[in-house]
């Protein structure tokens, strides 16, 4: 059983361009969470959908950043006119249902420079 | 002032030591407190979580969470070089599988 699987894994965009990072779960997972890892920082929350469905994206920046987990394919994070802060580590996570005792597994991030 | 507090570190100890990371939180909400490792340039793992206060132990790991204090920790015994790494704690009012809130991450550095 495959992990979840992040791609591109290094992605390096101008700024003003588009950046689409693409998470596919692991088989049987319906919970897509994302979240962003500054430099030396923890990684903070940034939107939680399952299939076809925006459940809370309240860590989403209001402008530029969206996001969509379509009831076919991976999950998009999709960042449009990137800005040099918005390199980072973006990181996806899946678990099966959102119950008490099931963890959520984390892929191996995107890390994308914006120059 | 952040939801969650961890020390950056670094934090050195020799092979062998016993190694002690921890992390406060201001939210009493949480009710579900977990510890993740993450290698340089990978993805955060989960080593262990807790449900409310109390203890628990896996292999040569022992969490431990005081809700009254806010105030949860991990502690690794035997600590081996393969232990070096940054630790993460993370936690949520509801399952492990749901919306966490990170501390920055402490790296831990155990020297041969």
């Known amino acids: 059983n495959a992990g979840v699987m992040q791609n591109p894994r290094h992605l390096v965009r101008r700024r003003g361009q588009e950046a689409r990072l693409r998470c596919s779960p692991m088989?049987?997972?319906?919970?897509v969470y994302w979240y962003r890892q500054l430099p030396e920082e923890g990684l903070k929350f940034m939107v939680y959908?399952?299939?076809?469905?925006?459940?809370?994206e309240s860590g989403m920046p209001k402008e530029r950043f969206s996001a969509e987990f379509p009831k076919e394919g991976p999950s998009i994070l999709r960042i449009q006119q990137v800005v040099r802060g918005d390199s980072a580590a973006y990181f996806c996570?899946?678990?099966?249902?959102?119950?008490?005792?099931?963890?959520?597994?984390f892929g191996q991030g995107t890390r994308l420079t914006v120059v | 002032q952040k939801e969650v507090e961890q020390d950056p570190g670094p934090l050195s100890v020799p092979e062998g030591a016993i190694v002690s990371l921890n992390c406060t939180y201001s939210n009493s909400a949480f009710q579900y407190f977990m510890w993740y490792r993450q290698y340089s340039r990978k993805g955060p793992e989960l080593l262990m979580y807790?449900?409310?206060?109390g203890n628990k132990e896996d292999g040569r790991f022992t969490a431990q969470v005081d809700k009254s204090s806010k105030y949860i920790s991990l502690f690794i015994r035997d600590s081996q070089p393969s232990d070096s790494a940054t630790y993460l704690c993370?936690?949520?009012?509801?399952?492990?599988?749901?919306?966490?809130?990170f501390g920055g991450g402490t790296r831990v550095l155990v020297k041969p």
């Open positions: 993370a936690m949520t009012p509801s399952g492990p599988g749901n919306k966490l809130t």
């Open positions: 807790t449900y409310s206060s």
């Open positions: 088989k049987g997972h319906s919970h």
């Open positions: 996570a899946s678990s099966p249902e959102a119950q008490m005792n099931t963890e959520a597994f």
């Open positions: 959908l399952q299939k076809e469905n925006i459940i809370d």
